[in-house]
């Protein structure tokens, strides 16, 4: 039995993980070979197969068998990559905005560095950014990068949605942590050596 008719069986029967099964066997090596050679990195490659993976699991229920399952398996497979690298771009872009806003901390807090000694405090101001918690991080990109209100960080750090009074309430807890971060931030800064204990201000004092 051919390997459409084996994933049409297993989909009439309503059995998911053996159609996906089926397909990742026939067609999974090649696409795999795809992604490596596409990215010039192996592991790389085998993240986004298993992404591959879940989506194909995912998607196979709503196959409508307007083409092969061949052809879909393929469009699967290079929609999963189009959506991992857009969303691999966009993360980058992020690091270096909250990079970028961790060096103008800095620069608002010590004094003038020479030049020299610029490329290594970038550096060091880089390692920063991994100290801080998945919600600090989040506070941060969308306060900062994505410059949403109080009132619209309370919703989206919520778990359900919000009336006004909690809203508010919720949006000071937020304002409060935020103080706290930009606190953390300092105490990092100072222990790296890139600000001094003695300065009167708090990294992110010009953005509250």
Request: with cysteine; hydrophobic share 35%.
């Amino acid at each position: 039995m051919q390997t459409e008719e084996r994933v049409r069986g297993a989909w009439e029967a309503a059995e998911w993980d053996r159609a996906t099964t089926e397909l990742l066997r026939e067609h999974g090596p090649a696409v795999l070979a795809y992604y490596v050679a596409r990215l010039g990195d192996e592991d790389h490659g085998r993240e986004i197969y298993a992404q591959f993976a879940e989506d194909l699991w995912r998607g196979i229920p709503g196959f409508d068998w307007r083409c092969p399952a061949r052809a879909w398996t393929y469009r699967v497979a290079r929609g999963t990559l189009a959506r991992m690298l857009r969303d691999r771009g966009r993360a980058r872009e992020r690091e270096r905005r909250i990079a970028a806003w961790l060096g103008e901390i800095v620069d608002e807090t010590r004094p003038p560095t020479p030049l020299h000694q610029q490329s290594e405090v970038k550096s060091r101001m880089r390692v920063l950014r991994a100290a801080l918690d998945d919600e600090e991080q989040l506070l941060i990109t969308l306060r900062v990068d994505r410059q949403l209100s109080w009132n619209e960080l309370a919703a989206v750090m919520a778990d359900e949605p919000l009336d006004p009074g909690d809203e508010t309430r919720e949006a000071a807890r937020l304002r409060k942590r935020y103080q706290l971060v930009k606190g953390k931030l300092r105490r990092l800064a100072e222990r790296e050596g890139l600000l001094s204990s003695g300065s009167p201000r708090s990294p992110g004092d010009g953005e509250g």
